[in-house]
C-alpha cells in the first residue's frame, strides 16, 4: 500500500479539527504512524461482534481480587 | 557538623511512615520536619530544579498549625511535609500544569485527594516540576527548565512526575503526588530509585487533577518505600462522589498485609513481551530481584501474557486521541506555546481515525478478561523491569533540541508500563539496583484489579531484604 500519511494526517487534522502542522517535527511523528497503522492491521479479525457495547468498568468488577 | 545540621539530615533520612511515627511520639514536631526539608532543598535544589514554586512560609505556619492540634486529634500522616506534581488543584494556589498556557492558572477548588492527605494532617511545600501537561516521560521541561536526576545531573528523572521522583529522591519531601498515564509515576520511581505506585483504574479520585486521558488518568504516591506507598493509598482511594468514574470498592488496610511472608505467593515471569531487548544490566538486576522473592517463599512461573501486542498498540491509541481532544482548541489558537515535542505529538494525534480510537475502547475490556483467565488462573502478580534500558541522559532524549534519535529513545522508556495502563491493573515500581553509571533500576509488579495490596507486599517483601530504597543520591547525602 502506497499512501503519504504525511498528507493523510495534515488533511484530517485540518478538516476535522481545524489545526494545522505546528513545526517540522510534527510531520515526522506523522510519518511514524507508518508502525502503528501496521499494528493496527496485524490486528484485524480479532474484534467479537458480541464485544460491543463493552464496559471496562464491569471488566475491572469481574476479574478483580478476591481477596484484597 | 553541628548538632542542628546533623539533627536535620537525620530527619530527612527518615521514611514517611517513621517521620509520622516520631510526630506522633513527640520525637520531632511539624515544623522541625518543615525545616530540615526547606534547609534539604535550599542546598540541592538548584542542582535538581525539582520545584516549579515554593511556599516557605505558608508551609511553616501550617506546621506550627499542626503542632498544635491535640495527640488525640491527629491523623496518619500528622506533621509531615509533602510537595506534588504542579497539577493538584488547589484553591486559590498556582497550578501551572508545567505549562506556558498555564502559567498563572489559580483555580477555584481543591483537588480531593489533597484535601484526604490534608485531613490526615500532611501539609505541602510548593508545586512539583513536571513534563508539561503530563505528557512526557523524560523530565524535559521547556518552560521551567529541565528536572534533573539527583543520582546523575546529566540524566533524566523520568517523567513525567519528574519533581516529584526527584524531589523524594533528594530527600526534599517524604512523598509526592505523580500521575500516572503511560508510567508517569513508574518511570521517575524508577529512574530516581524510588518507590511509586499506580492504583488499579478508577481506584482513585481524579477530581480537581488536571487532564490528560479519561480513560488512562491515575492518581498516585512516590514515596521511598512500598510501606510509605501503602500508608498513602489508603488515605487517598477509594469513591468520590465529585468523580462519578471512581470505583466504590472498599480500601482495605494495604499496610496490614505487609508482613513479609511471599510463601504460597505465585509470581509470574512474562515468557513475552516485558523482556524483549532488555538491558543486560537491568536483566541482571532483575534476576536478582527474582532470586530475593524467591527467598521470602515466592514460586516463580512463566507465564504468557495473551494479546501483549493489541495491549502495546491500543494503549498508545487512547491516550493519544484522549490528549489531542482535550488540548484542540489552545492546539487552534496557541500551538507555539507549547514545546516542540508536545505540540507535535497533539498535532499527530488529531490524524488517528475516530474508529480506531472506538476500537481500542471496545477491546479493552475483553483483553482485561482473557489477561486475567489466562494469567491470573496462574499466579497472583506478574513482574517485569520497569524500564527495559538503563538510565538515558536528557540530551540523547531532547526532541526540542534536536538530538538525532531523540524520539526513538523518549518512546522507548514506556514500552513496559504504559501496556498497564491499557489493561488497568495496579503496578508498584520499586528499585532493585544501579547501573555501570551508578543510575538506579527498577522492577514492576503487577496485580489484578484491586489487588494493591498484593503488589506492594511483594514490593515490602523485597525491601526487607535489600536496601536500595534506603540509598542516597551520593551528592545528596549529608
Given at each position: 500500500m502506497s499512501m503519504d500519511i504525511k498528507a493523510l494526517v495534515r488533511e484530517q487534522a485540518e478538516a476535522w479539527s481545524g489545526v494545522i502542522p505546528p513545526n517540522a517535527v510534527s510531520e515526522e511523528l506523522a510519518a511514524g504512524f507508518s508502525s502503528?497503522?501496521?499494528?493496527?492491521?496485524?490486528?484485524?479479525?480479532?474484534?467479537?461482534?458480541?464485544?460491543?457495547?463493552?464496559?471496562?468498568?464491569?471488566?475491572?468488577?469481574a476479574t478483580k481480587e478476591p481477596n484484597p | 557538623m553541628n548538632i542542628a545540621v546533623k539533627h536535620a539530615s537525620a530527619l530527612t533520612a527518615l521514611s514517611l511512615t517513621e517521620a509520622a511515627e516520631a510526630v506522633a511520639k513527640g520525637e520531632t514536631t511539624a515544623v522541625e520536619l518543615a525545616k530540615a526539608a526547606l534547609d534539604a532543598i535550599v542546598a540541592g535544589d538548584e542542582r535538581v530544579n525539582a520545584f516549579i514554586w515554593l511556599d516557605a512560609e505558608t508551609a511553616l505556619e501550617t506546621a506550627a498549625a499542626l503542632d498544635k492540634v491535640p495527640m488525640a486529634e491527629r491523623g496518619k500522616l500528622h506533621g509531615v511535609p509533602l510537595a506534588h506534581k504542579d497539577m493538584y488543584y488547589k484553591a486559590g494556589k498556582l497550578s501551572t500544569c508545567g505549562s506556558k498556557i498555564r502559567a498563572e492558572f489559580r483555580p477555584g477548588y481543591t483537588a480531593t485527594v489533597i484535601e484526604r492527605l490534608e485531613a490526615q494532617g500532611s501539609f505541602a511545600l510548593g508545586g512539583l516540576n513536571m513534563a508539561e501537561f503530563a505528557q512526557n516521560a523524560t523530565g524535559h521541561?521547556?518552560?521551567?527548565?529541565?528536572c534533573h536526576n539527583p543520582w546523575g545531573l546529566d540524566y533524566c528523572p523520568g517523567g513525567s512526575s519528574s519533581g516529584s521522583g526527584a524531589a523524594v529522591a533528594a530527600r526534599f519531601v517524604y512523598a509526592a503526588l505523580g500521575s500516572d498515564t503511560g508510567g508517569s509515576i513508574r518511570l521517575p520511581a524508577s529512574l530516581?530509585?524510588?518507590t511509586g505506585i499506580k492504583g488499579t483504574q478508577t481506584r482513585v479520585s481524579r477530581h480537581g487533577v488536571m487532564p490528560l486521558s479519561f480513560s488512562a488518568d491515575n492518581v498516585g504516591p512516590l514515596a521511598r518505600t512500598a510501606k510509605d506507598c501503602a500508608r498513602i493509598m489508603a488515605v487517598i482511594a477509594g469513591h468520590d462522589p465529585k468523580d462519578p468514574t471512581s470505583a466504590k470498592e472498599p480500601v482495605p488496610d494495604y499496610e496490614a498485609s505487609l508482613d513479609g511472608d511471599l510463601k504460597g505467593l505465585k509470581v509470574g515471569v512474562p515468557k513475552n513481551y516485558f523482556l524483549d531487548d532488555v538491558d543486560p544490566e537491568v536483566m541482571a538486576a532483575f534476576e536478582a530481584m527474582l532470586e530475593v522473592l524467591k527467598g521470602r517463599g515466592a514460586t516463580l512461573v512463566p507465564v504468557t501474557i495473551p494479546h501483549i501486542e493489541a495491549v502495546a498498540t491500543y494503549g498508545g491509541v487512547v491516550s493519544r486521541?484522549?490528549?489531542?481532544?482535550?488540548?484542540?482548541?489552545?492546539?487552534?489558537?496557541?500551538?507555539?506555546?507549547?514545546?516542540?515535542?508536545?505540540?507535535?505529538?497533539?498535532?499527530?494525534?488529531?490524524?488517528?481515525?475516530?474508529?480506531?480510537?472506538?476500537?481500542a475502547l471496545a477491546r479493552r475490556g475483553p483483553i482485561l478478561k482473557e489477561i486475567a483467565a489466562v494469567v491470573f488462573s496462574q499466579v497472583d502478580v506478574f513482574v517485569a523491569p520497569t524500564i527495559r534500558c538503563k538510565a538515558p541522559t536528557l540530551l540523547s532524549t531532547d526532541v526540542d533540541a534536536g538530538t538525532p534519535g531523540a524520539?526513538?529513545?523518549?518512546?522507548?522508556?514506556?514500552?513496559?508500563?504504559?501496556?498497564?495502563?491499557y489493561m488497568g491493573l495496579p503496578s508498584v515500581s520499586a528499585p532493585c539496583g544501579l547501573d555501570s553509571n551508578g543510575m538506579p533500576i527498577g522492577f514492576?509488579?503487577?496485580?489484578r484489579p484491586f489487588g494493591e495490596g498484593k503488589a506492594l507486599k511483594v514490593a515490602d517483601a523485597f525491601q526487607r531484604d535489600t536496601s536500595y530504597h534506603r540509598e542516597r543520591p551520593p551528592g545528596f547525602a549529608v
Open positions: 502503528l497503522m501496521a499494528g493496527l492491521s496485524a490486528l484485524r479479525g480479532q474484534l467479537a461482534f458480541e464485544d460491543e457495547p463493552s464496559s471496562f468498568e464491569a471488566a475491572l468488577q | 521541561n521547556q518552560h521551567y527548565g529541565h530516581c530509585g524510588v486521541v484522549e490528549g489531542a481532544t482535550i488540548h484542540a482548541e489552545w492546539m487552534r489558537q496557541r500551538p507555539q506555546d507549547y514545546a516542540v515535542h508536545l505540540n507535535s505529538r497533539l498535532y499527530a494525534s488529531m490524524g488517528i481515525p475516530a474508529v480506531v480510537y472506538a476500537e524520539l526513538d529513545a523518549f518512546n522507548r522508556l514506556s514500552l513496559n508500563t504504559r501496556p498497564i495502563n514492576q509488579v503487577q496485580a
